[in-house]
């Protein structure tokens, strides 16, 4: 936060002394703005950056040619903010302009070019609407491919959110066919406990931990009321909670469904047994951290 600040405090010189040197609609203080703008955005003062990023369209609109690339710059800021307050429609509109100038103004594989596509694929994404996310991470990760060595982080961000999409569509299948069974079965038919299970996984890979658990959870309630004490399915379930648990860094909470997955385990499968013996590694190294 010190260093946003610090930021913010010498944007704000530069801009008074352009304030008092240059037109009032002059790029340059546009320029100064949407820094400003940036600032705030990155403390997360989302009013204020669009404050100042306004500030900054306003001039750009006025002084520059509808296809110029600060003008693509602006939309973008303010795409980006209000896709960081969480209003989806908002920023695909402002994304959409920007990326409309850099398709008609730059080459094909301009970085700038992927950075607009991976915009408006986060904000579909965000919607929940996969397919349309797909279609423009999938132009993004083209561009990056041609124009980036292999370890770039651009690439990796663009893979992961490939990945993220694919999960999304996936848990939109799951979840159907989990409706399905619902119809079909009792509340606590075994294989219901299979659907929330899957659904889990896809959570979990979207990093909706929240969800996970829940999911986890009713699985798991489903398998102890149909399922022996000692049954592997169990241990699968107390495992996964377990995992869900030590991925958000709550040892607390993950310790004892490790221990009772171990429990079973012990009764289930071989001494040698990878699954078995994970658990234990994984007990040891929640034990020495707390």
């Not at 008074?16 to 203080?29: A, G, R, V």
């Not at 400003?36 to 204020?48: S, V």
């Not at 986890?216 to 379930?237: F, V």
Request: aromatic share 12%.
């Amino acid at each position: 936060m010190g260093d946003y600040s610090k930021a913010l405090q010498f944007y704000d010189k530069a801009h008074k002394i352009k304030e008092k040197t240059l037109p009032s609609n002059h790029p340059d203080l546009a320029t100064s703005y949407n820094n400003i703008g940036g600032a705030y955005n990155d403390m997360g003062d989302y009013l204020k950056a669009l404050e100042f990023y306004n500030k900054a369209l306003k001039i750009t609109e006025n002084t520059l040619p509808s296809n110029h690339l600060l003008l693509a710059t602006s939309y973008n800021n303010i795409g980006g903010a209000y896709n960081d307050m969480s209003d989806y429609l908002k920023a695909l509109e402002f994304y959409d302009k920007g990326l409309k100038i850099r398709e008609k103004t730059l080459p094909s594989n301009h970085p700038l070019l992927a950075t607009s596509y991976n915009n408006v694929g986060g904000a579909y994404n965000d919607m929940g609407d996969y397919s349309k996310a797909l279609e423009f991470h999938d132009k993004a990760v083209e561009i990056r491919e041609k124009t980036l060595p292999p370890n770039h982080p651009s690439l990796a961000t663009s893979y992961n959110n490939i990945g993220n999409a694919y999960s999304g569509n996936a848990l939109l299948t799951q979840k159907k066919a989990h409706e399905i069974l619902e119809k079909a079965f009792p509340i606590n038919y075994p294989l219901l406990a299979t659907s929330y299970n899957n659904m889990a996984i896809f959570y979990n890979a979207m990093h909706d931990y929240s969800n996970a658990l829940l999911s986890h959870t009713k699985a798991l309630e489903i398998r102890q009321k149909n399922l022996p004490s000692n049954h592997p399915d169990l241990a699968i379930s107390y495992n996964n909670i377990g995992s869900v648990y030590f991925e958000i860094g709550e040892y607390q909470k993950a310790l004892p469904f490790f221990e009772r997955a171990l429990n079973i385990l012990k009764q289930s499968v071989p001494a040698n047994h990878p699954h078995l013996q994970s658990v234990q590694e994984t007990i040891i190294f929640l034990k020495q951290r707390l």
